[in-house]
């Protein structure tokens, strides 16, 4: 669990009249990562592809014309299952029946999805009519004021901040505003005065923005009329298109299942093409390639030769007699595989990135790191408990949701309980500090004591960060990394070293000669030798590429740098105590408040109010921020010191329970 899961590479050879039993055999089992053989060794470069012919392109077409179906009558797709190895036959003819079927139904509901989009558009234009010309028909007045040919009218918007404009300017005029209706900031008014006044008004109107309405060419006629025709010609509309949702509805019905079926059969068919796309022919075989989990291998190579009826030669090697795997050409793929408890914070790894195969894998203590962190910064029982609740609904329950956010509500579950077993030690329960006594200390009373124990967590932290590296460095046999890199040994000697010397001063002792000498000079004279002693262990030449000055100021940089940046990680961790702080203070201003009304009339509603509300900013908003700054202490403290993200992910083609099919 240290490390991700162990792989082999399977090597087969199988003869051509073997080819197709054998390619369903591996999307059967659905175990094998294949690799293209063209990226490994160049001799296969000169080998054919298999040649899929046209059924390549007619699958790939139809698997969108039925998916594009499936969204227009909101069918679901189903995920494929290991029993659905069924459908791995399909013929040209097979082919032929969907591509008709399909085609048929393509074409009806085209027709109905055209009638309703032209049934939308001209219901919309229906209701903005009956919207312009509504206010009109409560004064009973024609939209286009024909008959009043010595009147100057204008109906339109005008922003409300500028209608007392209006009303002002036009007081010295023989007219009226008449304000019909609010719409979005916005008045729809009708000004009636003399065309006498016509330039006036319009100087007016237009220093106030006012925004004339057209009345539609179908209003110009009694408004009374207009409206009383308008609904019912949206009515009308409406009745059409409920009548198509109802034959769209029918479709469905009555084809979901036909549907769903050929989408599956297509998806299946899709996938042993894939397969297919990754061998390469000779005279008389195919040869692939790919990885399995060590587990796994003997099925693997079980069912290959029981497809090909031992007509298949299966070999099976280890990554690490891979020449290519040992020069970093060959990519082995990475698989994260623990118990249940730690696939959340699986997420939370591979987020960042894949480790590589021959690095440490550090899901484990990230769960344990991240945890402690959390419930720190917000250890409460009732607010844990409340997470507790949520989590277990997301991440649980039957029918819940699927995929990361199953994983994200397990996550939330697990910082639940972590943040009850951290309110029983700080004594708190709804940011209630006296209700029941603490087990360990209360952050408020404690501060000093609380910075410390943020800081000696980091340097734990920081400290199994620099342990991980120098493993990965011993794994890879990379001494200079190792002994010399940032986070290599002599770094992390001078780093134990200084921490050592700072918590004996904090102690009020005297900093031992002897520490300062061993623990930080010596090291530090080691980093200024790092390209001799390289040398001596290399069997080679001493050599300054940029000379001997620019190697000495590259090294003081280095050692400044080192320093620096170990001091600002360690005290990085402070966060964690004042987030913890900032938790029980957005509390005390709470209960201020609650305080301030309490003796006020209907003063428990109103304090029961801001408690509840109070109490729910807390948990989402001092959540969301505890869950942002651990992630960040995990990735940039604690992943800087030794992760090298680039890994290439296990991803198995098929439909057993170990592969994720695509759609």
Partial sequence: MLTPERMHQVNVVVFETEVDAVAKSIVRLGMLHLVQLDDTESWVEKLQDYDAGEVRTRIDVMRLRVSSLMKDLGVRSLPLEPRDDQLMEMSPTDLDDIEKEIGSLESTVEGLLARRKEFDVRLDRLRGILNEVTPLAALGMPADGAPYSFLEIHYGRVGTENL????????????????????????????????????????????????????PEEAREETGEVTEELGKKIGELEEQITAVDEEMRRIRENNAVV??????????????????????????????????????????????LRAARGRAIVEIVPPEEIAGVKTGKVKVPVMLKHPGFFRPFEMLVSSYGLPEYTFIDPTIFVAISFLVMFGMMFGDIGHGAILMSLGWLIGWRKGGIKGAGKQIGRLAFYCGISSVIFGFLFGSIFGLEELIPHIWMKPMHDVLYFFKVAVYLGIVMISVGI??????????????????????????????????????????????MKLVIYAVGIPILLLFLKEPIMALIQHRRVMFEKGVFSYLMETVIEVIEIITGYLANT????????????????????????DTVKDKSA?????????????????????????????????????????????????????????????
Wanted: glycine content about 8%.
């Fill in 164 to 215: 007392d404009y209006i009303q002002e300017k036009i007081q010295p005029l023989a007219a009226v505003v008449l304000q019909l209706d609010h719409r979005d900031g916005s008045e729809v008014i009708l000004l009636i005065g003399l065309k006498t006044d016509r330039l006036k008004i319009k100087r007016i109107l237009r220093e106030a923005a006012f925004e004339e309405i057209e009345v």
């Fill in 259 to 304: 549907i769903t079926e050929y989408h599956r059969s297509l998806k299946v068919a899709g996938l042993l093409l894939t397969v297919k796309n990754y061998l390469k022919k000779t005279r008389k075989t195919y040869i692939f390639s790919g990885w399995v989990p060590s587990g796994e291998k003997r099925r693997v190579e079980s069912e290959i």
């Fill in 467 to 512: 342990i991980f590296n120098i493993i990965n460095a011993v794994r890879v046999k990379n001494i200079k990394s190792g002994l010399f890199d940032q986070a290599g040994l002599i770094s992390a000697i001078i780093y134990w070293g200084g921490v050592g010397a700072v918590s004996i001063f904090l102690s009020n002792k005297p900093i031992p």
């Fill in 571 to 594: 005290v990085s961790f402070i966060r964690v105590a004042a987030f913890s702080l900032a938790h029980v203070g957005l509390f005390i201003a709470v209960f201020s408040l609650v």
């Fill in 603 to 663: 003063g428990i509603v109103y304090s029961a109010l801001i408690l509840i509300i109070g109490n729910a900013v807390i948990i989402a908003l001092e959540g969301l921020v505890v869950t942002i700054q651990a992630i960040r202490l995990e990735y940039y403290e604690f992943f800087g010191k030794f992760f090298i993200g680039g890994g290439q992910a296990y991803k198995p083609i098929g439909i057993g329970e170990t592969s994720e099919p695509q759609d």
